[in-house]
């Protein structure tokens, strides 16, 4: 027997025995509480959304296998459940029947540039484009326009620039506006080794998208770099840095070129930093300062009735630049 350990007679064995048995009772009716209560509270949800979409568009496709719209209606629910070979099927089955669907060949070349099946995802492209190009409305055709912007993905992807050149052209034909088109061809300009009409197409995207997006700023600075620009180099920087959330190092570097040839866009900078952070009267101190170098200047005076300012115009400028030229 081990030291101190204290020996235990009949009838406290028996208490002890009934003690644990108490507790025995105690713990299997609690789970047993338990079971019956979580079966009462919780309710089986069922298929999901997307779930009975499908299942409800394989009943009606089983039901009118010749229907297209049904078909689609197929291949998007089957889509949304991220069963991309599912829809490419579903695609397939309608090429059948309807060989130019446009809808179909531009859902079905964006599941083949998910596969990497770029050979593939161009044919189905050009399916569109060679057609839409004859169309009479094909200067304002936003699915040529869509086929040509992934055309010109591709050919940058397989470093084809000039042939990415010419489709992102004609895709910014239809749709001058379209940033995404227009980052992509400052990149195949960048590539072709023409980082000055680089400049110009960046500038361009980041004119409707000027905020949130990095990519477009970090090429700039490459494409002012190979022009030995350097305070444009710095601006462009300063302005990626900003979009990476380094607020401290963006303003530093701005801060530097408010007295040199890219000081409205300095100051436009500055302006556009501390309105998203919510510094309204430092934006408005720097939006004023822009409108006293360029008094014509647009995204300030844009800026200020933001704010719910009113502009107050210094002396006449005869530059109205709004991005480094």
Not at 53 to 58: K, M, R
Not at 164 to 171: D, S, V
Not at 284 to 293: A, D, E, G, I, R
Request: with cysteine.
């Amino acid at each position: 027997m081990k030291p101190n350990r204290r020996t235990i007679s009949a009838p406290d064995r028996r208490l002890s025995n009934l003690l644990r048995l108490g507790v025995a009772v105690l713990v299997i009716g609690a789970l047993a509480f338990a079971g019956i209560y979580y079966k009462d509270q919780h309710v089986d949800a069922g298929p999901s959304m997307v779930e009975r979409q499908i299942a409800g568009a394989e009943a009606a496709v089983k039901k009118t296998p010749n229907n297209i719209e049904t078909r689609l209606q197929l291949a998007e629910a089957y889509l949304q459940d991220k069963r991309p070979d599912d829809a490419l099927a579903q695609y397939d089955e309608i090429l059948k029947a309807d060989k130019a669907n446009r809808t179909v060949l531009l859902g079905r070349g964006r599941i083949l540039i998910g596969k990497g099946d770029l050979v593939a995802a161009a044919a189905s492209y050009h399916k569109v484009t060679d057609v839409a190009s004859k169309g009479e409305f094909a200067g304002a055709d936003p699915q040529a326009q869509e086929a040509h912007y992934y055309l010109g993905s591709i050919l940058v992807t397989q470093g084809k620039t000039k042939e990415a050149i010419t489709e992102l052209q004609k895709a910014l034909n239809i749709d001058p506006t379209d940033s995404d088109a227009l980052y992509l061809l400052g990149t195949a300009e960048l590539k072709q080794g023409a980082p000055k009409l680089a400049v110009q197409a960046f500038k361009k995207a980041l004119l409707f998208v000027p905020t949130g997006w990095c990519e477009p700023y970090t090429q700039l600075g490459v494409a002012y770099g190979k022009l030995n620009l350097a305070p444009q180099k710095t601006y462009a920087t300063g302005m990626a840095s900003f979009c990476l959330k380094k607020s401290a190092v963006a303003k530093t570097e701005l801060k530097t070129l408010i007295k040199g040839p890219v000081k409205v866009d300095a100051l436009l900078g500055l302006g556009l930093i501390a309105e998203t952070e919510s510094s309204n009267a430092e934006a408005v101190t720097w939006y004023k300062q822009v409108l006293k170098v360029d008094r014509n200047n647009a995204a300030a005076t844009s800026a200020l009735s933001r704010l719910g300012v009113g502009s107050t115009p210094g002396p006449k400028s005869t530059s109205t630049t709004q991005g480094p030229s």
